[in-house]
């Protein structure tokens, strides 16, 4: 069965750090480009960060970058997004996706698996 599953999300206070994780089953993570997307009721999905599996490039929005880093551990076949600097706007659920389009990475529709989400609070 293929899934992917987070976890790390919660509560932290403004300029608190959390650690996502993604654990992969059911397939090899390093098949894929891995990317975090968050969403707040009603407004798109986004996609903050990602990694390229065929050559470890990594993006990051605008929003993110320099206050987060994904990475990965293919023998754990786990994804990671280390959040640091937190601010309230960074409050969302975030989801963990896989595709196999990493030239297509910014785009939610692209992605084939992806993740039940969890919630990331940033009180201020």
């Known amino acids: 069965q293929v899934q992917l599953v987070e976890s790390g999300g ?12 993604c654990e992969a089953s059911g397939f090899t993570l390093d098949d894929y480009t891995i990317a975090w997307f968050r969403q707040v009721p009603g407004k798109e999905r986004e996609a903050v960060s990602y990694i390229n599996n065929r050559d470890g ?3 990051y929005a605008s929003s993110v970058k320099g ?3 994904i990475s990965r551990d293919n023998a754990k076949n786990t ?3 280390q959040m640091n600097s937190l601010k309230p706007e960074d409050t969302a659920k975030y989801y963990c996706s896989a595709t196999t389009f990493p030239g297509l990475a910014l785009i939610a529709a692209r992605y084939k698996y992806w993740g039940q989400g969890i919630q ?3 009180s201020s």
């Open 10 to 21: 919660g509560l932290v206070q403004s300029g608190g750090s959390l650690r996502l994780s």
């Open 57 to 59: 490039n990594t993006y």
């Open 67 to 69: 206050r987060f880093t």
């Open 79 to 81: 994804v990671y997004l």
């Open 120 to 122: 990331v609070t940033v």
